[in-house]
């Protein structure tokens, strides 16, 4: 038997695992005792991993060879991987002819390996001319990475894992820790049980889980979060527990958010939010005057119209209390995906350039040129997700590029995505699974190799940069992500730059060297930078994960940020943000009289490609259901396990409606996972179904463009059964 130290392949924790394995059968999985943000456990995810690619899941549900499609609805036929690479070499080349650079889009994944990222993001916009390359992470981190860049100066999560054990106080808000980040949750409950005095805020519309371990639960209307954090600066001040001196030395712009938060009085707070106003004062105090105090948040805050108000509010308290820099204090986000963390990195965003930064800053893409060897890097803003497919929808992109992901269930507004794969004149669908929904609309599939196949690196949501490695080798024709997309880069350069050295000089036919050479070139872009990883490489990562920045000339990386209180702006100094409370996109009202809010499930894993082939991981949640409060069931006469429609001004879905007390009055929550090959049905094109993405808004963020994926105002109406 083999053992292989890699990574996790689900949530932003980034838990390292040991698998084993015979020959080309994964046999088994156990945490790695060794890695820092697990330390050998797993959750219910993770300890089933090998059970998710054995020889029948991967005979059922793997795509192994390259497939075509001549005409929408009909099956697709296998080519070879010869023929494959030509056809969309053609057809990008053509299409970039005929319509220019921004005629075609690259939509891509937190899923994907940091090398398989920067790759992309170099085909895109080094070789093709196009900043038309996003992400899924768009719809799980966006908000985060301006809130951080708006009120600290760069997108750097300031914390660690281990401020856990030293904090004080730990307020949570907008995540379900407790099934979204279950490793990480563990040592929330290890910390409370060694420190009872330890104080846990819990705020969140929905009850969840993580609900339990709180000392304090703020129960408060979804997407009134600004204000909430508002008030409590108001309490703050006028208590007089903020920090006048740490303000003074280490911030700018006080004042006018002062004048700001003065109208936001606890009577006002209260009633807009729907919590006590004692509560309110509790909060306040815990949260300023605990000697540490660490905020830990998630999609409750990001996928909103209004996240990154929502995160740098959130920051504003920090910086006005001074819980930052210090062990156990600080603004810590968490990402959704086990390398949304990477993508930001190598810039794999329509808005970003290598190394955090900037497509709008002249130096920034001058710099980036250089790096790659290109003579420019456009300075035209690419379309982001929710762009991305509006653009498509519109005819305006006619190529689009889909790899590890599946917008054809995960993004909002699915009569939008849907026309717009339908209308795109050729999609490829770059994936390891061909159960998902998105494989329907593709016109090319190239399969691609998955979890115990690659290697490559993830960075997890503390800065953590974790090798990815190999156990058994790619299954049929599969080839690693970066690959595909430098044999199809190749293939293009001969068209677009005839006769020039290639950009994308990697040996792919040794997997590791080659990811070896992606990786170090993306390090040398970090030189000089707030993630410099110069000091980093692929032997030292061998002997164990390192945290960011890791500069050369360190042994090690840093465990928390800012603690010399200097902050990556132009004078060092932190800013707070004057944000405005905005209302939520689409307000209920009296046609659509229910706030609908999604989320993650305990078991199970984004469109369930991985998870939905365990029956043990159904034990937990059988099936679909909107959940209501037994009030509201009462109140339409809906008894446990009635069809409902539930119906936005995008569209209608049937589920069983189940009674739960984890919510409020007048609200209702539909698990994200649903849909594909867990609804029964298929749409009018005979495409699998997208669950509760079919009558989401896609309303977004004006400065993250995240779309507010946590909030739809609906209907429920009991469905009439023939
Ligand atoms: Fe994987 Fe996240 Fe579970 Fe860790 S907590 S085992 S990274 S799903």
Redesign the pocket.
């Known amino acids: 038997m083999k053992e292989t130290k890699s990574?996790?392949?689900?949530?932003?924790?980034?838990?390292g695992?040991i698998i084993e394995s015979q020959g080309d059968q994964i046999t088994g999985v156990r945490?790695d005792p060794d890695h820092p943000?697990?330390f050998g456990?797993?959750?219910?995810?993770?300890?089933t991993?090998h059970l998710t690619a054995t020889a029948e899941v991967t005979r059922q549900t793997r795509l192994l060879h390259p497939l075509l499609r001549d005409q929408a609805g009909m099956a697709p036929y296998r080519i070879s991987w010869d023929s494959a690479l030509g056809i969309a070499t053609d057809r990008f080349a053509r299409t970039i002819a005929e319509h220019g650079p921004d005629a075609v889009g690259f939509y891509i994944s937190g899923q994907l390996l940091t090398e398989d990222y920067y790759v992309f993001n170099k085909l895109a916009k080094g070789l093709i001319g196009t900043n038309n390359v996003d992400t899924n992470s768009r719809l799980c981190m966006s908000s985060a990475v301006a809130g951080y860049k708006m009120t600290l100066g760069a997108d750097a999560p300031p914390n660690c894992y281990d401020d856990v054990n030293h904090a004080d106080c730990i307020f949570i808000v907008g995540s379900n820790t407790a099934w979204a980040?279950?490793?990480?949750?563990r040592r929330i409950e290890d910390a409370k049980r060694a420190r009872p005095d330890m104080k846990i805020i819990f705020c969140d519309p929905r009850r969840t889980d993580t609900a339990e371990i709180a000392d304090l639960y703020l129960p408060l209307q979804p997407g009134t979060d600004v204000m909430l954090f508002h008030g409590l600066l108001h309490i703050m001040l006028w208590e007089g527990w903020v920090k006048p001196d740490y303000i003074t030395a280490h911030t700018n712009g006080f004042d006018a958010l002062k004048a700001r938060v003065r109208e936001c009085t606890p009577e006002l707070v209260a009633q807009t939010c729907g919590l006590k106003r004692e509560d309110l004062f509790t909060a306040a105090k815990w949260f300023a005057t605990s000697a540490s105090t660490l905020s830990l948040y998630c999609q409750g805050l990001n996928q909103s119209s209004s996240g990154t108000a929502k995160n740098a509010a959130l920051i504003n308290l920090h910086l006005a209390t001074a819980q930052i820099g210090k062990p156990g204090a600080g603004p810590f986000s968490l990402t959704g995906q086990?390398n949304a963390m990477g993508g930001r990195e190598v810039g794999g965003l329509a808005n970003l350039l290598s190394a955090h930064r900037d497509l709008a800053n002249p130096a920034h893409r001058a710099e980036v040129a250089a790096l790659w060897g290109v003579p420019s890097v456009p300075e035209k803003p690419g379309k982001t997700a929710v762009e991305m497919f509006q653009a498509a929808a519109d005819g305006e992109i006619k190529a689009l590029w889909i790899a590890c992901t599946n917008p054809a269930q995960s993004m909002p507004d699915q009569s939008t995505v849907r026309r717009a794969l339908e209308r795109a004149e050729f999609v490829v669908v770059q994936e390891a699974f061909l159960t998902t929904a998105t494989c329907d609309y593709a016109d090319l599939l190239l399969p691609a190799t998955t979890w115990g196949e690659k290697t490559g690196t993830v960075t997890?949501s503390e800065r953590r940069i974790s090798r990815v490695r190999p156990a058994v080798a790619a299954p049929g024709g599969t080839r690693h992500d970066w690959v595909i997309a430098v044999e199809f880069a190749r293939g293009l350069e001969a068209r677009l730059r005839p006769g020039a050295p290639t950009l994308f000089p990697y040996d792919t036919a040794d997997a590791t060297a080659g990811a070896e050479a992606v990786w170090n070139e993306h390090r040398e872009s970090t030189r000089g930078r707030d993630l410099d990883i110069t000091g980093l490489s692929y032997p030292v990562l061998e002997q164990a994960p390192q945290q960011w920045p890791l500069p050369a000339g360190a042994s090690t990386g840093k465990a928390r940020l800012y603690e010399d209180g200097v902050f990556p702006t132009a004078d060092g100094k932190a800013r707070f943000a004057d944000v405005a409370y905005q209302p939520l996109a689409e307000p209920r009202e009296s046609r659509y009289p229910f706030s609908l809010t999604t989320g993650r499930l305990r078991d199970h894993?984004h469109g369930m490609s991985r998870t939905g082939t365990l029956g043990r991981l159904f034990g937990h949640v059988p099936e679909p259901t909107v959940q209501m409060h037994p009030q509201d069931m009462d109140r339409r006469k809906l008894a446990e396990g009635d069809l409902v429609h539930v119906t936005s001004k995008r569209g209608s879905i049937v589920l069983p409606v189940q009674a739960s007390d984890e919510i409020g009055l007048s609200q209702a929550f539909i698990a994200m996972h649903w849909g594909g090959e867990y609804l029964s049905g298929c749409s009018s094109t005979g495409a699998r179904l997208a669950g509760v993405n079919a009558i989401t808004t896609s309303a977004y963020c004006p400065t993250s463009k995240q779309p507010e994926l946590k909030h739809a105002a609906v209907k429920i109406l009991k469905a009439e059964l023939p």
Not at 41 to 47: A, V
């Open positions: 990574t996790c392949p689900y949530c932003g924790v980034g838990c695992v945490g943000a697990n456990r797993l959750c219910t995810k993770g300890s991993l980040h279950p490793i990480l949750f086990p997890n894993w």
